[in-house]
């Protein structure tokens, strides 16, 4: 159980010094300081005591209750009291001191030798190069660092010791209170994916932050978060999303970073919301800690000045967020009680003048109103009246109605008071209005996550699975496709110009002719591919064409034959593929196709499998979607055909794992009822072999 | 002069009060309490004196030096005291009364009235319903808000009253200096535009900071902001640029609020910095008025910890910056400096147990290294070395190079001092490194925009003015254009389909058809289009086809005839238009063209003229420019056509007034050196007639 972590009986300190300088010391001040209600345990060879708690020479020694001990000794003299610890029966170690992987590779052989010892022993082991852990209701500290964040109910795990000390920091300063706190280091045995389970069993945490470098397996990360999701809000600030980002977690870690779009679509699917900044994240914390989810999206804006209520518009219409539209009820009881000149629409301005009392009757009647779901309060800095009494009167109003209400008393030096009213009454308060957003976003986004179906998935399709291993084996990707029902236009392969005109005869003009060769994927770079061909002439001439062009734009290509196809038309191109993702497994993309894939970048991706409802939503969210809807002139697309192909590639990715990557570029989708066809299809399997082929 | 508003030598106050509860007596207060140097006059009826100050019970009796009347009246018995300060012979008038435009009609006219009293006497007049003015090194403060910020170099105009107390109060609490901070209220006389050139002559400002809800005259704005900007940075914030925001900015103050697309396309072209919420605001104005300007985007990143550095870098990359490559000087001084396991890649990672001195060695080598165009220091908490010593450090090596230097002594609690340190050193510091970001991206477009050349307008065509006025008023603006040689592919009109497969015949195969109506824009939408006719049989079909899609799909609608048009092939569709916006003239856009011009959004704007470097970013920002690059076998398309026609149209829209909306849809660019011909032209002229002709 990871929870002895944050609640054990008895803590031993390897590594305990009585130099107040050093880390052995401050840990025991910090356990000491911050009222461990359990037995503390110093180990040092001569001292003999810490801080009043009396030193043992040897863990063997020190009597029960014993559950944790931490180890802040050098990395190379660290093997022996682990073992030790396993003699003595503790399950539960925290390895605090630094010089491991972090260092080199003889800093990773010390730390898999932890973890041998560890697993021996059957020792959870945090760390090693951590922090520890702080639960500010048990209370415990096992950190080195001054200062400790008052008692809360936002969890923060962390991959970075740095960001746990800047967090513990900002959190001391700014008066927000924290559940637990995890500093994770090396993950050499106990991982992210795992401490989340941890904080979902916590009952003071109602919300999970998290500062995420890597993930160690990808596939158990969803699926735990998912499963927490479902209990608790989990909000992560995902480092090394870009480029450069995720060189610089590759070399500060070792961990594979992922890329931005795979990490956005994990996150999304397993309902765990995305923060972009540290301030962000703790944003969008309070709010969900704090205040109930609202039902819908509609927010209401009361303000006591013009200017301020605007930018907040501005910053939830971006955030994808409405303005509620009042019921005339409202605007007419509103207009009884405010002054003349106020405004009684959205946002409902009570001007400057207004005190504590009218808001107050302002802010119960909006949240009265079922055309608001959500109401953010807006204070531009007055004379008139204590900035604390509006922050009573939002925290008593807010509290008899079940939506959620934010705050924004604005400025700073005057709203110090206020602020700790409002902390004590639970209500989100941000310097601008701008800043409330975000947090509304999330909350938003989390309800209707939550509501949405837990992702049934269709039935797989049976298939002759000799057969299509058969297909498989020989790289007949399009063959392979052929046995899931998804098939290409009429095709055969020429070995001559005339084979090729007899061919285009039997299935029909017009054809396109196109190079067959394992060595090229971007046929129409190089000239070798030619469309609309209308007879036997054009068939003729396009064949030598295209040997002329091959042999002019990539001499020394294999030639392995010219393929004649029929043509589709009064279609549209839409690409469907998989990946493999090193960290979350299969993917399955959709998106705009044809040439222009790369140009438009109108791709989705979810990792498989995917049910009906996700595969909807997927091709919603792409302008190929749109397209797919009608478009000017061009009628809706087979939609259903399209769906049909997705749920039968992430059924593909998750039954032959060999394949690393399968691309139907462009599937061409005909007008609604008449199907899409995969007119081009290109695959890769495990070791590289890659093939294209209709 | 509107510098007699922050420097006036005596101070007259109509409607002053000796209830410390009325906003009468907190001008007074407030310019006793800050230590205004000049001359107090307090005006009202019965007091003897407010504050030690002589009252008087009329403006003629007030003695000189008197510069400046503020009026704090109600609005209905404001003329005649103005017309008292008229006659007094004073030019300077702040009516800080609300009570006027802003509660409807008949404020309005109180206003207007105003305003006719301030021309006939010459004063110029700052409001009504504003706060008034503040210039902390006069210093003077002619509002009735409690408290002032300390004095700085930075100024902000505003046109919220309730930002301007927001501000204040947030500057108080965070430390941040002020210069000049000024009310614009309803803006009946002083606007915007005007206050912008009063805080370039300003000394005491380095960066003017502006929260804007309308601007009054675009044209006049761009051309004044341009000058300023030159001289000094310009960061604004624009309110109302969402849909409803813009509403909510009608209904707050009446101004047109504008396009989000047109205020950054002006923004842009007059080197005004954009912020996009109030914090970053002030983050910009920081950045810019402490730091230099980098003479690049190459950063680089100092810290003592690996987490906070990847977030930092992937916040620089978000923002358009990149990562130093560091000599190999530099990383072998590093070498020989720092600990073994730091990493002397950038971030460079000095590592927990450095200190304040390691800092001071690596910032000196990372900002002699040539690679290097700007730093960013991070510090994570840490228990061995005072903060502010770091603090120190950074402003002392900071001085000595002429490279911007920003930090993020992370946290909150710990810091209160180093920040103090970092404020008078003129170091901009964040809680968490991402907010160095914007700041140190707006540094870098201030650089590269006072570097771009100042805008060389190309030669204007000389046209046939009398032919293309004929051309406009008759509304044939395909006509027109080809007076500006901006031609369209060979058309003619056919009245019935033996007609048009004449034409066809004349022009050759392969041909359009589509209709000619004044009242359908969208042809494809009603099938009323037909393309790739190749002989004569097709012609006579696709005639009949038309004529029966439109009584089908549009009945009623007047048939002008059917356009016969050569079909040219081999190109890539593009969009070049001229609009009109209310607030800053004509425009000129450009973008990916034919039916998916809606579908793709891809667009850009600027205001005319445009030059040629112009007309190439335009089009470089574009997908439709890369396209025409050369794209996956699209050969290159005539670049040059296109720069050419829109810097025609360019000169169209600034000497055809009377054109609101001019569109050629798709222009139809061939490969390189083959021209572009405009194949859609759709026109309107201002009266609102619209024409749809090739």
């Known amino acids: ?19 107040p300088h050093k880390l052995g010391y401050g840990i025991i001040r910090n356990l000491v300081e911050h009222h461990y209600p359990g037995a503390i345990y110093p180990l040092n060879p001569v001292a003999k005591e810490i801080l009043g708690h009396k030193c043992y020479a040897n863990i063997t020694q020190v009597p029960d209750p014993l559950d944790l001990a931490i180890l802040i000794i050098p990395a190379k003299l660290a093997a022996d009291p682990l073992t030790q610890c396993g003699e003595r029966g ?15 590779p003889q800093g990773k052989a010390l730390e898999e030798r932890l973890y041998q010892i560890a697993r021996k022993y059957q020792m959870r082991l945090l760390g090693p190069n951590c922090m520890g852990v702080i639960d500010t209701h048990i209370p415990v500290n096992t950190t080195f660092m001054a200062g400790m964040p008052h008692a809360g109910d936002i ?19 700014a008066g927000v209170g924290f559940s637990r706190i995890v500093s994770l ?20 945490t109602r919300v999970i932050t998290a500062y995420i470098e890597g993930i160690t397996d990808g596939r158990a990360f ?83 000045a013009g200017g301020p209520g605007i930018l907040a518009v501005d910053a939830l219409e971006a ?47 909006l949240l009265s109103d079922p055309t608001v779901d959500a109401a953010l309060v807006i204070q531009a800095p007055q ?14 109003v807010a509290a008899v109605h079940h939506k959620p209400v934010l705050a924004s008393l604005m400025g700073l030096a005057s709203i110090d008071q206020a602020l700790t009213i409002l902390h004590r009454k639970r209500i989100p308060n941000f310097a601008f209005p701008e800043g409330a957003a975000a947090p509304l976003a999330a909350m938003v986004a989390r309800k209707k996550w939550l509501r949405g179906s837990a992702g049934v998935l269709p039935a797989t399709k049976t298939v002759d699975q000799q057969k299509a291993r058969n297909y498989l084996a020989q790289n007949h990707f399009a063959d392979f496709l052929g046995e899931f029902d998804i098939q290409g236009p009429p095709t055969k392969l020429a070995q001559n110009a005339r084979e090729a005109a ?65 043509m589709l038309s009064g279609g549209q191109e839409v690409i469907v593929g998989i990946r493999r993702d090193p960290q979350f497994g299969p993917l399955v993309l959709v998106g705009s196709g044809g040439v222009e894939v790369e140009l438009l970048r109108d791709v989705e991706m979810a990792i498989a499998p995917i049910g009906e409802s996700q595969a909807q939503a997927m091709l919603d969210a792409t302008r190929a979607g749109t397209r797919l809807n009608g478009w000017r002139g061009t009628p809706p697309g087979d939609r259903a055909a399209v769906i049909e192909v997705m749920l039968r590639m992430s059924q593909i990715a998750l039954q032959f794992p060999e394949i690393s990557e399968l691309e139907i570029n462009p599937l061409y989708v005909l007008p609604e009822g008449k199907g899409a066809f995969a007119v081009d299809v290109r695959g890769a399997k495990e070791g590289g072999y890659e093939s294209t082929r209709v």
Chains 1, 2 share one sequence.
Not at 90 to 100: D, L, M
Not at 190 to 202: H, I, K, Q
Request: proline share 4%.
């Open 90 to 104: 503790i399950k539960h170690v925290i390895v605090a001191s630094g010089g491991f992987r972090e260092t080199g």
């Open 502 to 566: 007899q061919i285009a005869g039997e299935i029909g003009y017009p054809v396109a002719l196109k190079l067959f060769s394992r060595e090229r994927t971007h046929k129409t770079d190089i000239g070798a591919l030619k469309l609309n061909l209308e007879n036997r002439e054009a068939v003729l001439a396009a064949y030598k064409d295209i040997l002329k062009a091959v042999e002019k734009n990539a001499p020394g290509t294999t030639i392995e034959g010219i393929l004649v196809q029929k």
């Open 155 to 173: 969890g923060f795990l962390s991959q970075s010791g740095a960001m746990v000390a800047a967090v513990t920091d900002w959190a001391r300063g």
């Open 1 to 19: 159980m990871l929870s002895t972590f944050f609640n054990p009986r008895g803590i031993a300190i390897i590594g305990a010094s009585r130099d």
């Open 319 to 365: 955030a994808g967020l409405t303005l509620a539209t009042l019921s005339d009820q409202t605007r007419d009881y509103l207009r009884a009680r405010l002054p003349g000149p106020a405004s009684l629409a959205n946002p409902v301005d009570i001007l400057a003048g207004s005190g504590p009392g009218t808001y107050a009757i302002a802010l119960d009647a």
């Open 383 to 396: 004379d008139w009246f204590l900035p604390a009494s509006l922050a009573e009167v939002i925290g008593e």
């Open 222 to 304: 969803i699926d735990t978060a998912e499963k927490v999701a479902r209990q608790k809000p989990v909000v992560v600030l995902k480092a090394g999303l870009g480029k450069s980002g995720a060189k610089a977690v590759a070399s500060h870690t070792g961990a594979l970073a992922g890329s931005a779009e795979v990490y956005q679509a994990a996150f999304r699917q397993s309902g765990v919301l995305r923060a972009r900044t540290m301030e962000e994240l703790f944003d969008l914390a309070r709010g969900l800690a704090w205040q109930p989810l609202p039902e819908g999206n509609r927010v209401a804006i009361l303000t006591n």
């Open 185 to 204: 280091g090396n993950q050499v045995d106990v991982n992210e994916t795992e401490m989340l389970t941890a904080f979902a069993e916590d009952h003071q």
